[in-house]
């Protein structure tokens, strides 16, 4: 996967609407399915959205026992998706079998997809994790602390919020992937997410890949909002 466009999460309830979104662009973009949609139309929208030349981040964060991870990611290789993830939170153990499902399934002479850890959700702040999660550590230290077990356990890199990225840079190398949800293209726009940033902030803090979601797809003019978004991201720093 060569492809490091601003990814456009495709956060709608059906296919017919994501379609609709998609058609005035015009051009290969670089989509997140996410449950939403996923659970809606099924794995065939990961083949309709290949088949437009566009390239998928699924985004079903899997999160169960080693052996159930294995089989449903054996099942995902299958469908053509360029990057996938797990939750980080499930172990090394369970992130080793989810890689081993991605190449089992993966077939002969096709390269297998890119494969993520999730940290720590951009919609959480240090006192939720703190007092739900029971993490007796600083939001930053458990977010690190996830990106090394994926490392370890031979994940392409990690999702963060862009504050992390800089960090995990450093502790896990430049080739490991730091994919940052929480895009805006200007402050003040949280939605329900708590560690947000502008292209350029992720850019300049060491995002390998940045996820827009409700900055594009809400926008008036979303060909023109992406359009500014890429600009900004692929600015100079």
Request: charged fraction near 20%.
């Amino acid at each position: 996967m060569n492809n490091h466009n601003p990814i456009i999460a495709l956060d709608f309830p059906t296919k017919v609407a994501a379609f609709q979104f998609l058609q005035p662009f015009g051009e290969k973009l670089f989509v997140k399915v996410g449950m939403e949609l996923y659970l809606q139309e099924g794995p065939s929208i990961v083949a309709e959205l290949k088949e437009l030349g566009h390239d998928v981040f699924l985004d079903l964060k899997l999160h169960d026992i080693p052996n159930t991870v294995k089989s449903a990611m054996r099942g995902l290789a299958r469908l053509g998706a360029d990057l996938v993830n797990v939750h980080a939170a499930g172990g090394v153990q369970m992130m080793e079998s989810a890689l081993e499902g991605l190449e089992a399934g993966t077939s002969s002479g096709q390269q297998r997809p890119l494969i993520i850890g999730v940290t720590q959700l951009t919609s959480t702040s240090e006192m939720q994790m703190k007092n739900e999660q029971k993490i007796d550590l600083s939001l930053e230290e458990s977010v690190l602390h996830y990106a090394s077990i994926s490392k370890q356990a031979g994940l392409d890199g990690v999702v963060c919020s862009v504050l992390e990225a800089a960090g995990i840079k450093q502790l896990c190398g430049e080739s490991f992937l730091r994919v940052t949800p929480g895009i805006r293209i200007t402050q003040g726009q949280e939605h329900d997410q708590v560690r947000i940033a502008t292209p350029e902030v992720a850019k300049s803090e060491g995002s390998s890949l940045i996820v827009v979601g409700r900055a594009i797809t809400q926008s008036a003019n979303p060909v023109e909002t992406y359009k500014l978004v890429k600009q900004q991201w692929e600015a100079k720093i």
